[in-house]
């Protein structure tokens, strides 16, 4: 799907679904900026957009194309025999999470951005994209006066969408420390490691990201304009705090796995313990039993009358005593 815009200097639109052999001409028009969005195109489609209209550099093209395993930004100044134009290659990520799986989805969005033009591809449908659309045909704040306020609209947006997944996150991380505390079983224990990874991987998008914006924050491209490098800098600061969160979730999950490991070792503990005075109060019965268990001839208490009665007296009176010793001790639980 292509998705093209024409808007006037003063961010109203000029047209839309642009015919691509228009495109061009609306390229060279120093009033108006051009907005090309490419939602998982076909492959002639790319080629003819990117090559032939653009004149992008093949090397960007190709990093479009591909998945990029970071997120990036690269600056491309042509030379005397370069026919593409002055532009910035960026590549984020988008992220979703799932809590029915438990896992971080990633969706890359790629630009181009230009003096007078921003193209944005994609494989698949993404928020940030559509609500900027959306922003730019209502003319909401001005947005599409410039490449450079789009893209910053559609990098605020990422950043912002990554709020609901972390606030499913953070309630996926405090249910996880109720059944460490309530009943550690194995399956917590899965649910554990599976959600730290996640985080793990979360914080390997947001740190490459991180360096991208940050440069954006530092005013180091001239197709930034210097007035809104501070809006590129609220940007950066909001995924520096989602930052601060990753991490902190980072320790709390290192904290719910030492809940975790401490309460199973309770739970051995009561077991073992459970064992052993079990082993305990029946060491009367054990050792009477083996004693009167040896084969031996002639044993004086065999032929006694009220051998049988008094053995039982004394199995049950010294059990009594072991289990008063261990009630007294508060070794034994009601």
């Known amino acids: 799907m292509i998705r093209s815009f024409a808007y006037t200097t003063q961010g109203r639109l000029h047209s839309k679904d642009i015919e691509t052999f228009l495109m061009p001409t609306l390229l060279a028009d120093t009033n108006l900026f051009l907005?090309?969005?490419l939602e998982n195109p076909a492959p002639e489609e790319t080629k003819f957009l990117l090559e032939d209209v653009f004149r992008f550099h093949p090397l960007s093209i190709e990093d479009c194309v591909k998945v990029s395993p970071s997120p990036k930004v690269e600056e491309y100044v042509p030379k005397e025999d370069d026919r593409f134009p002055p532009y910035l290659f960026i590549v984020i990520h988008a992220v979703d999470y799932n809590r029915k799986d438990g896992v971080f989805a990633t969706s890359e969005l790629n630009f181009f951005l230009g003096k007078n033009f921003l193209v944005t591809y994609h494989d698949v449908p993404l928020r940030?994209?559509?609500?900027?659309e959306e922003s730019c045909l209502k003319s909401t704040a001005h947005i599409a006066r410039a490449p450079d306020r789009v893209a910053h609209g559609l990098l605020d947006s990422i950043v912002e969408n990554y709020k609901p997944a972390l606030e499913e996150l953070s309630m996926e991380i405090a249910e996880l420390e109720n059944q460490a505390l309530q009943n550690p079983s194995?399956?917590?224990?899965n649910k554990i490691l599976q959600i730290k990874k996640e985080v793990l991987h979360l914080r390997q998008i947001i740190g490459p990201q991180r360096e991208v914006l940050a440069r954006?924050?530092?005013?180091?491209?001239k197709l930034i304009r210097p007035h809104l490098v501070p809006y590129y800098r609220n940007v950066y600061d909001g995924l520096f705090h989602i930052s601060e969160?990753?991490?902190n979730y980072t320790d709390s999950l290192t904290g719910i796995l030492q809940v975790y490991l401490n309460m199973s070792s309770n739970q051995t503990g009561e077991v073992v313990k459970l064992l052993t005075i079990i082993t305990v109060i029946t060491t009367?019965?054990?050792?009477?039993g083996t004693w009167y268990g040896m084969?031996?001839?002639?044993?004086?208490?065999l032929d006694w009358e009220h051998a049988y009665s008094l053995v039982a007296a004394v199995t049950a009176v010294s059990t009594a005593v072991t289990y008063w010793y261990f009630k007294r001790r508060g070794w034994l639980k009601d």
């Open 35 to 37: 907005w090309v969005d």
């Open 128 to 132: 940030s994209v559509s609500s900027t």
């Open 186 to 189: 194995k399956e917590t224990l």
């Open 216 to 221: 954006f924050a530092r005013g180091e491209f």
């Open 245 to 247: 969160l990753a991490q």
């Open 284 to 288: 009367p019965w054990m050792m009477i």
């Open 295 to 301: 084969n031996f001839k002639h044993m004086p208490e």
